[in-house]
């Protein structure tokens, strides 16, 4: 299994962000070929010293790195991709990476 974790920082305007990636942006995401699983986080975004400056965490889950790269590479890929900078106005973050069971 691979992931992908975006890390979105704290809008300008928190209402806005979350109408549209509520409304637009998950069904964009949604249609990346190879997507077998998409979680957000569900409240505050925290620290173990309290408050960060994260407003939202979402997950993608995908077989493996070369599904991640076909998938963002698909036009439904580079449609969720381009359509980020449309509400994330405090900026994102995005890695991936292998996992593995231990």
Avoid: C, W
């Amino acid at each position: 299994m691979a992931q992908v974790v975006v890390m979105y920082k704290t809008p300008k305007d928190t209402a806005a962000f979350d109408k549209h990636y509520f409304e637009i942006h998950i069904p964009l995401a949604k249609k990346i070929p190879g997507l077998r699983k998409y979680e957000v986080s569900r409240g505050p975004v925290a620290t173990p010293a309290g408050p960060s400056a994260f407003h939202l965490i979402a997950t993608l889950y995908f077989d493996n790195l070369a599904a991640i790269q076909a998938g963002f590479g698909s036009p439904e890929g580079k449609a969720a991709g381009a359509d980020v900078a449309k509400f994330a106005t405090g900026g994102a973050d995005m890695i991936m990476f292998d996992t593995k069971e231990v």
